[in-house]
């Protein structure tokens, strides 16, 4: 395990809720990265439509750590090896810490192709196949601060029990592989585990837990993937899985998720997530604002009221058991504005009256109502420049 990149836990809120940081060792000096936190989304090392000299200036970066998918990034190992650079300073992000994934958590993963060689990754050229050797070296190529352990991805709730265990067996082979063969003290592994194991074979996904959890300080974290799939919350508490684990270990569920998800796996005991949604919300023309608007189902107008845990309403049933709103009053509609929609047409305020950001205080949501139905190329950029922001003071 890497002691360099430390998970300090302060204080449990209410619920499950965690408040930390990671101290961690990049770029030649120490960043603090506090938790909960979002892992900045990128497409082959770059934030979607944003330069990183403007993600410089705009994003509070020396807080923040960057997401990197293996898939997106599939050849570049072969350049970044000669040039002796990390992975983060080889896309321009010199002191920003990386966090390595597999997959680019936008892309929907086809079932079928993975097998004993190894795990399928789709990447510009097509799908390949990646196995323990071939990941072990990308993994020494790039030196990322943070990276995800292989995976045996391929199970869902309709999986049958014997392919559940042949995942089972293959993530504690690819974790035992990498504790062996990758440097500890130079990065900081995530042991992966497969929500739909304990949907379909909660035996054997406790059997696999029970032997991650013995070698659990030779790896830094862990990785609740499949919360989501094909846009649908699996049926699972997922507290039920947290509670299994170390509270000393950071927790990451990758997957675009909607704000009122997030808050709910936070609730859950979660720490880490990625802005994939941001990349998604942007490219849609859409926008989330922090204002919620107190409806009144008879005729009057809309008060914008801040948004806390509490006031926030559950749009979803399965994450961490039945809830409901206490206040049938807001409505969670109002948190994303299709900005394309003519309704804005001669709206002249900003997207936010809370928001400091440069979007908002320079551009009237008609501007960028203007932008995106004439598919300006300023207009995602002044989007993603948005809800970067908004996501990470959320």
């Known amino acids: 395990m890497n002691k360099l990149n430390q998970f300090i836990l302060e204080t449990l809120g209410s ?235 950071p927790r990451f569920t990758p997957g675009e998720f909607k704000l009122w998800e997030i808050m709910d796996l936070v609730r859950s005991g979660v720490d880490l997530f990625d802005s994939s949604v941001v990349t998604r919300v942007s490219e849609e023309g859409q926008v989330f604002s922090l204002q919620l608007e107190k409806l009144n189902h008879s005729k009057a107008t809309a008060t914008p009221v801040l948004p806390s845990n509490e006031s926030i309403p559950a749009k979803s049933n399965q994450i961490n058991g039945d809830f409901s709103s206490d206040n049938e009053n807001f409505s969670a509609a109002q948190l994303v504005l299709n900005l394309r929609e003519k309704q804005y047409f001669g709206d002249f305020s900003p997207i936010s009256t809370t928001c400091n950001c440069y979007t908002c205080r320079k551009y009237t949501r008609a501007y960028l109502h203007h932008l995106l139905c004439t598919s300006e190329l300023l207009g995602p950029v002044l989007l993603m420049m948005q809800e970067q922001i908004t996501f990470s003071e959320s």
């Open 15 to 249: 619920g499950n809720t965690r408040i930390g940081y990671f101290q961690i060792a990049a770029g030649g000096g120490v960043t603090l990265l506090q938790t909960p936190a979002f892992l900045i989304h990128t497409l082959s090392g770059s934030i979607p439509h944003v330069t990183s000299e403007v993600a410089d200036m705009v994003f509070n970066l020396g807080s923040q750590a960057i997401q990197i998918s293996i898939d997106t990034t599939y050849t570049f190992h072969e350049n970044v090896k000669p040039s002796g650079y990390t992975i983060s300073k080889f896309v321009g992000f010199p002191k920003i810490p990386s966090f390595l994934t597999i997959h680019n958590p936008l892309r929907e993963l086809l079932p079928g192709f993975n097998d004993r060689s190894g795990i399928s990754v789709w990447t510009r050229m097509g799908r390949r196949t990646l196995d323990i050797s071939k990941f072990i070296q990308i993994v020494n190529d790039f030196q990322p601060t943070f990276f995800q352990v292989l995976s045996d991805y391929d199970v869902s709730v309709s999986s049958s029990v014997k392919r559940i265990r042949k995942s089972t067996s293959r993530n504690l082979e690819y974790l035992n592989e990498v504790i062996q063969k990758i440097d500890s003290s130079a990065r900081s592994a995530f042991g992966t585990i497969e929500v739909s194991w304990f949907l379909v074979s909660p035996f054997d996904a406790e059997i696999a837990l029970t032997h991650m959890l013995e070698k659990q300080h030779d790896f830094n974290g862990f990785i609740l993937n499949g919360v989501k799939t094909s846009g649908k919350i699996n049926p699972i508490n997922i507290s039920n899985i947290i509670a299994k684990l170390p509270e000393n270990k």
